[in-house]
């Protein structure tokens, strides 16, 4: 299979074209929390009661960001803040884009990591590694759709809709918390040769039970060839006789 041009620009400065992609997705963030995003009198007066009331926080114990879309004011008339209402859309853009790139590229990976398994003429053992690894690939892309992507979506779903989800919005940022320890679990469980490592320094009574059994089912083997060996050298002096 010809290697794709693309490779090469990993040789030269245009990998710093690849390095920048992420880095202008956080520098986005950055400049839409902070200039489209930042707390304003209208907010601060909307979030200071529900602080308070669900966290027992003042005023002045916390810093916050975030898009506040719709002012009502006393006479029952709706303000649209039209800068914050850009910010979320522009972090929403962001969302929906890494969802596209990543699934675009899963799919890639998962057509040439198939195409290379059945051309190439390697071993059983590279053949089952190459799954092994698509499948931790296919893992570890739900990851971030469920711990990051989802989660957000909806949130920012409901911001539109101006519905308050209270206390229930900190689940996202407990998500996102914990996708770096969960990311490289599929890996570690996945592929068979981490797992034995894992297992084996772990001391797993699992995996110790298993070479107990295989040691025990070896030498049963051996004992019934030895015998069989036996009675045949017994037949053999036997006839001879």
Not at 179 to 184: E, L, S
């Amino acid at each position: 299979m010809p290697l794709n041009p693309l490779l090469n620009t990993f040789n030269d400065w245009r990998i710093c074209l690849w390095l920048g992609v992420p880095l202008s997705y956080g520098l986005t963030w950055v400049c839409t929390g902070y200039i489209l995003c930042a707390p304003n009198e209208a907010t601060t007066r909307f979030i200071r009661d529900n602080v308070k009331e669900l966290f027992e926080l003042d005023l002045g114990e916390y810093i916050y960001l975030g898009p506040f879309l719709y002012e009502r004011t006393d006479n029952g008339t709706l303000i649209l803040h039209t800068g914050a209402f850009i910010g979320l859309g522009i972090i929403s853009t962001t969302i929906v884009s890494s969802f596209v790139i990543v699934l675009l590229f899963g799919y890639l990976c998962y057509d040439r990591i198939n195409k290379l398994v059945e051309t190439t003429s390697a071993s059983v053992k590279f053949r089952k590694l190459q799954k092994q690894l698509f499948y931790a690939l296919v893992i570890q892309t739900l990851i971030p759709f469920i711990l990051m992507h989802i989660p957000a979506a909806i949130m920012f779903a409901f911001v539109f809709l101006d519905i308050d989800l209270g206390i229930y919005s900190a689940v996202v940022s407990m998500t996102i918390a914990i996708y770096p320890a969960v990311d490289p679990i599929p890996t570690l469980v996945i592929v068979e040769s981490y797992r034995k490592a894992i297992c084996r320094k772990l001391h797993s009574p699992l995996l110790e039970s298993a070479v107990v059994f295989e040691e025990s089912q070896a030498e049963s083997v051996l004992n019934t060839k030895l015998g069989a060996l036996q009675m045949r050298s017994i037949c053999y002096i036997c006839a001879d006789e």
